[in-house]
Nanobody, 119 residues
Framework: QVQLVESGGGLVQPGGSLRLSCAAS????????MGWYRQAPGKQRELVAR????????DYGDSVRGRFTISKDGAKNTVVLQMNSLKPEDTAVYYCNADPMLPGSSAYWGQGTQVTVSS
């Protein structure tokens, strides 16, 4: 099992910045990707950003590319999502994700943290 503990989030004005962190513990040796997804009311959950735990390869959703940056701290098994130039449409619940990407395995999810962008 893998446990994911999220921190960060909150209310920010348009154009502002926020930082989300996710710390993983437990059976993390087989985790291939760690990252963030988000879900706004009435919409499907979508990829925000993810990073491979082995070599730091990153992948971003089209709507956040160039504004958000994901990074990892291997020593602390933590991924950080730096969100800049936030827009009202970034408002959503953000979920940390850890995925082994192995046949027959399931991904792990955090409890979610609310990000609200509003003036």
């Amino acid at each position: 099992q893998v446990q994911l503990v999220e921190s960060g989030g909150g209310l920010v004005q348009p154009g502002g910045s926020l930082r989300l962190s996710c710390a993983a513990s437990g059976s993390i040796a087989n985790i291939y990707y760690m990252g963030w997804y988000r879900q706004a009311p009435g919409k499907q959950r979508e990829l925000v950003a993810r990073i491979t735990t082995s070599d730091g390869f990153t992948d971003y959703g089209d709507s956040v590319r160039g504004r958000f940056t994901i990074s990892k701290d291997g020593a602390k098994n933590t991924v950080v999502l730096q969100m800049n130039s936030l827009k009202p449409e970034d408002t959503a619940v953000y979920y940390c994700n850890a995925d082994p990407m192995l046949p027959g395995s399931s991904a792990y999810w955090g409890q979610g943290t609310q990000v609200t962008v509003s003036s």
